[in-house]
């Protein structure tokens, strides 16, 4: 039970889960990583204006599990 919006994004991601979301990783096409936030929370607004546009990998860690979604920046 986890979304995010928008994709493709600009400047923030909304996150939101039914259980605790510990952290947010962001990963370049090289398999770099390019941006890590703890979010510790239900729901988090996470910050990406710093990310160059292109394609990420978007992994996202709650209660131990890692997941990974496709993400565009605009």
Do not use: R
């Amino acid at each position: 039970n986890f979304s995010y919006a928008p994709n493709p994004a600009n400047n923030f991601i909304n996150l939101s889960a039914a259980k605790t979301i510990s952290k947010v990783e962001f990963f370049n096409n090289l398999g770099q990583n390019v941006l890590e936030s703890s979010v510790n929370a239900l729901s988090s607004n996470v910050n990406i204006s710093s990310l160059n546009k292109g394609v990420y990998m978007m992994n996202i860690t709650i209660d131990g599990q890692t997941q990974a979604f496709k993400i565009l920046k605009q």
